[in-house]
Nanobody
Framework: QVQLVESGGGSVAAGGSLRLSCAAS????????MGWFRQAPGKEREAVAG????????YYADSVKDRFIISFGAAKNTTHLAMSGVKPEDTSMYYC???????????????????????WGQGTQVTVSS
């Protein structure tokens, strides 16, 4: 059974930095993409960033571009989200997601859609104070 475990959330002042991590287990790694989403109370879940093993292509929401960086760990079943220059509007529950069934070329068009992913973590809270 696939499991994704996020870590690294917490409270940070505006302008500060935070690094989230996600470790996935329980799947036969061949090739995969991983993404980060966030959801604030009363709002829909929105995509933050995505990354694929094939060429390590990365994708970002406009709201976080140039502030957040997504990367794989040494093992391609781990992903990190380096957050810098955080803003109060970044306050949210952050979720890691795994995509193993969508071909890379299709993922490039779908990375921001929740249906592109087949497994999700439980989330880690990020709170940014002004």
């Amino acid at each position: 059974q696939v499991q994704l475990v996020e870590s690294g959330g917490g409270s940070v002042a505006a302008g500060g930095s935070l690094r989230l991590s996600c470790a996935a287990s329980g799947f036969a790694y061949i090739s995969n993409c991983m993404g980060w989403f966030r959801q604030a109370p009363g709002k829909e879940r929105e995509a933050v960033a995505g990354i694929c093993t094939g060429g390590s292509r990365t994708y970002y929401a406009d709201s976080v571009k140039d502030r957040f960086i997504i990367s794989f760990g040494a093992a391609k079943n781990t992903t990190h989200l380096a957050m810098s220059g955080v803003k109060p509007e970044d306050t949210s529950m952050y979720y890691c997601a795994l995509s193993t069934r969508v071909p890379y070329l299709v993922y490039a068009q779908m990375w921001y859609m929740t249906r592109a992913y087949d497994s999700w973590g439980q989330g880690t809270q990020v709170t940014v104070s002004s």
